[in-house]
């Protein structure tokens, strides 16, 4: 009984949010060369430090097509149902001393039903730069972080009167989302954590998660070169 009134009680809230949209955990893979592969998935917690956090799980796809260019593909989706997708198209450049930098242009978009409104959608252009250390020291530790920036467009559904809450059905905004990263592990399969920060121009804070926080697992396929992973 008390394990049924803890877990409604955690339940109630993860879901009492309104929020219909937070920072994306997408992986940040320092693709080195051409051929290295990245898969990196797990889950994700999204607070807004009031009454309400949300969870969800999260998987990145990045791929070295040529010795620049590099593609990624990224996928979550929450406890509340609400999905969010979104492809890039990227040049990376590795250095001798272990560190990479990357720079991704790509479009994303997001739908989901939520407590307080019938239905939401959500557009976004951005441009992301990446910057990271791989393999530092004898746990092999990645670090690193990135920079995203963008324009949103929503289209929000009718409010409920009964709560009193603005009846916004479109808004625009520039956004930034600036991100950091840890992993460790193997040479083939690291564990890594991420810290993701998001900003918005105009859109109010009640549409939002300012912060997410993402645990999983990161694999890595491809080139079998000594020297890196």
């Known amino acids: 009984m008390i394990k049924c009134k803890l877990f409604s ?21 320092l693709i080195k060369e051409k051929g290295d592969i990245r898969l990196n998935a797990g889950a994700f917690m999204a607070p807004n430090f009031e009454d309400a956090a949300n969870l969800g ?7 070295g097509v040529t010795n620049v260019l590099a593609v990624q593909g990224y996928g979550s989706l929450d406890f509340m149902l609400r999905i969010h997708l979104q492809g890039a198209l990227g040049l990376y450049k590795g250095f001798e001393n272990n560190s990479v930098i ?11 039903g939520m407590w307080n409104v019938q239905m939401d959608f959500y557009q976004l252009a951005f441009a992301q730069f990446n910057l990271g250390k791989y393999n530092q020291g004898k746990a092999n530790i990645d670090y690193g972080l990135g920079l995203k920036g963008g324009y949103m467009y929503n289209d929000y559904s ?3 009167n009964i709560l009193n809450l603005p009846n916004i059905e479109k808004k625009y905004s520039w956004l930034i989302e600036p991100s950091v990263f840890f992993r460790i592990g193997g040479s083939r399969i ?10 918005a ?3 109010p804070e009640i549409y939002y998660f300012p912060i997410s926080v ?3 697992v990161n694999f890595k396929f491809g080139n079998k070169k000594k020297n890196y992973y």
């Open 57 to 63: 799980g999260h998987v990145t796809y990045s791929h």
């Open 102 to 112: 990357e720079m991704y242009g790509g479009y994303g978009f997001g739908t989901g």
């Open 158 to 160: 009718n409010y409920n």
């Open 9 to 29: 009680a955690i339940v109630i809230f993860l879901l009492s949010g309104c929020a219909s949209y937070y920072p994306q955990v997408v992986d940040i893979p």
């Open 190 to 199: 690291k564990y890594n954590m991420t810290v993701n920060y998001f900003w």
């Open 214 to 216: 993402g645990m999983g």
């Open 201 to 203: 121009s105009t859109i």
